[in-house]
């Protein structure tokens, strides 16, 4: 046989998330697979989106859309094509009964009162990148619902701790498009196969390196910054690290949780809380951080142990490899001593 196909052949295509899915379904034996359906329709979307993402210049879907979100920010055309195209897969699919969306003022309440789960999503992080060809991403939060099973969903059902969460991952689409997620354990990374429409394993149980070389914040907030984090900054530039900020934190996690590194988004003179939201993007991020072994804190308490009180809550942000994200809570504490 000619020896370029028999390698060819000899190469098996690998586990498919499908079927990565329902092997951990069969390790619990009273799992009844709504999550793992769950799971099933996030990707099936994720798929549409990152085609979407792909033909992004020829299809006239790059730019603003001329509206704002909640928050008062510029939404962009495929911010408002994923936040449909998300939410209408998780409607479809009805095993969740209420989505918060970074997108949406409100809850929005699925209709599928037996829907055991909730989700928080950021359909699109990173939007301001995508006119550039720059990696975005979704992420995504799921949680068990606290009202009764065959009721119409509430807004504690969605206001609960990150400790809570039952799974969590992002996609991110880069020069690949990657989904990660975990679901408590251990944190598995799966990459797009384009020609069979099929997420692959490709990263299995992902550890990240407890300490890393890369910092990534906006440095020309420098002097919007208060003294700790300043300090902080300084004490990398001394150190010599590398200084990498895509604008995209799923792009800057997702480089900082293979190599090490540490992202934050820090409190700053003019918003004191920081400008990421605890519930569509921060929770996810810290979960699966700490289940590679990473760390997440606002600066002074673990994320994932934030009671929110509102679904658009922002958080002082700081997630990545534990030794990194330790000495600048050392800084913080210093600082709020003097
Ligand atoms: P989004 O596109 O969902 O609004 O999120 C953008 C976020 C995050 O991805 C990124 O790290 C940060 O905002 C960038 O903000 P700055 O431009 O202030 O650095
Ligand atoms: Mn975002
Ligand atoms: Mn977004």
Redesign the pocket.
């Known amino acids: 046989m000619n020896p370029e196909i028999a390698l060819r052949i000899a190469l098996p295509i690998g586990t498919t998330l499908d079927r990565f899915i329902q092997q951990k379904q069969e390790q619990f034996p009273f799992a009844t697979g709504e999550l793992s359906q769950l799971l099933r329709d996030i990707a099936l979307a994720s798929k549409i989106v990152n085609r979407e993402i792909n033909r992004a210049g020829l299809l006239d879907i790059v730019g603003s859309f001329g509206t704002q979100n909640v928050q008062g920010?510029e939404q962009k055309k495929l911010?408002v094509i994923a936040n449909v195209r998300f939410i209408r897969a998780l409607k479809n699919g009805r095993e969740a009964c209420g989505i918060i969306s970074?997108e949406e003022e409100d809850l929005i309440d699925t209709g599928n009162y037996n829907g055991k789960y909730v989700i928080a999503i950021?359909p699109?992080?990173?939007?301001?990148?995508i006119d550039v060809n720059v990696s975005?991403?979704t992420i995504f939060s799921i949680y068990r619902r606290r009202s009764p099973i065959g009721t119409e969903v509430q807004a504690e059902d969605l206001l609960q701790r990150g400790v809570d969460q039952v799974a969590a991952g992002y996609i991110i689409y880069g020069s690949s498009t990657m989904l990660v997620y975990t679901t408590g354990y251990g944190v598995n990374g799966f990459t797009y196969e384009p020609s069979l429409g099929e997420y692959i394993l490709s990263h299995t149980n992902i550890q990240m390196p407890e300490e890393g070389t890369i910092y990534s914040c906006?440095e020309?907030?420098y002097h919007e910054y208060f003294a700790a984090d300043r300090a902080y900054i300084d004490y990398c530039r001394e150190q010599k690290y590398k200084t990498r900020?895509?604008?995209?934190?799923?792009a800057?996690f997702h480089r900082n949780l293979l190599k090490g590194g540490i992202?934050f988004?820090p409190a700053t003179q003019s918003a004191k809380k920081g400008?990421?939201r605890l519930m569509?993007?921060c929770n996810a991020m810290a979960f699966i951080a700490e289940q590679a072994g990473g760390k997440a804190t606002d600066g002074k308490q673990r994320i994932l142990e934030i009671t929110p009180t509102h679904y658009h809550q922002r958080t002082p942000f700081y997630v990545g490899s534990k030794k990194m994200v330790e000495k600048v809570e050392q800084f913080i504490k210093q600082f709020a001593q003097e």
């Open positions: 920010e911010d970074e950021d699109l992080d990173g939007s301001s990148n975005v991403g906006n020309g907030q900020y895509i604008g995209s934190m799923v800057d992202f988004y400008k990421l569509h993007e």
